[in-house]
Nanobody, 116 residues
């Protein structure tokens, strides 16, 4: 089992920045990718970014503004969010893909609110 704990959410004005962190613990040796999704009320959870073997992938909506990184020594993934927009407001979820499982692990989510 893998446990994911997110932190770093909060309230920020449009144009501001936040950094989300997600610490993984437990059986982390089989994790081959980490990432972030987000969800707003009434909508499906949507992909934001992921990182696999050091290579990042981003949703078009966040390219150029968000940066995902991973500290393997700390089993932690980060999401640096710059130039935030009100439409970035959502609950952000950390996700870990495990090569031994079909379904990924999910964190509990952290709220990000961007005011205009």
């Amino acid at each position: 089992q893998v446990q994911l704990v997110e932190s770093g959410g909060g309230l920020v004005q449009a144009g501001g920045s936040l950094r989300l962190s997600c610490a993984a613990s437990g059986s982390t040796s089989s994790i081959n990718a980490l990432g972030w999704y987000r969800q707003t009320p009434g909508k499906a959870r949507e992909f934001v970014a992921s990182i696999r073997s050091g290579s990042p992938t981003y949703a078009d909506s966040v390219k150029g503004r968000f940066t995902i990184s991973r500290d393997n020594a700390k089993n932690t993934v980060y999401l640096q969010m710059n130039s935030l927009k009100p439409e970035d407001t959502a609950v952000y979820y950390c996700v870990a893909w495990d090569r031994l499982r079909i379904n990924p692990y999910w964190g509990q989510g952290t709220q990000v609110t961007v005011s205009s």
